[in-house]
Nanobody, 120 residues
């Protein structure tokens, strides 16, 4: 069964950086999936942040501050986030699906999430 596990969240000051990791369970070929990063802030809907398949995609709100990458040998996807802002505070989830999309319904498998808090 495909499983995703996020890590790397934490508390960071505005302007700081974090690198989130999404580990894909062994036995599954990372190349076979699109991996998306989503986030959900309290009281808000879950929104897409970035996605990687044969190409990379970024939400306008994070473009230029975030880089998504994939390490097939480690079966992992990373989200490098720089110049973090308080409005980036949310639980961040990675998800696997057949294609990159901003629609959560296109992703069948989700991780448990990792909290990112940007604050003084």
């Amino acid at each position: 069964q495909l499983q995703l596990v996020e890590s790397g969240g934490g508390l960071v000051q505005p302007g700081g950086s974090l690198r989130l990791s999404c580990a894909v369970s062994a036995g599954f070929t990372l190349d076979a999936y699109a991996i998306g990063w989503f986030r959900q802030a309290p009281g808000k809907e879950r929104e897409g942040v970035s996605c990687i398949s044969s190409s990379t995609n970024y939400a306008d709100s994070v473009k230029g501050r975030v880089t998504i990458s994939r390490d097939n040998a480690k079966n992992a996807v990373y989200l490098q986030m720089n110049s973090l802002k308080p409005e980036d505070t949310a639980v961040y989830y990675c998800a696997a699906g057949p294609i990159c999309s901003w629609y959560t319904g296109d992703f069948a498998t989700w991780g448990q999430g990792t909290q990112v808090t940007v604050s003084w």
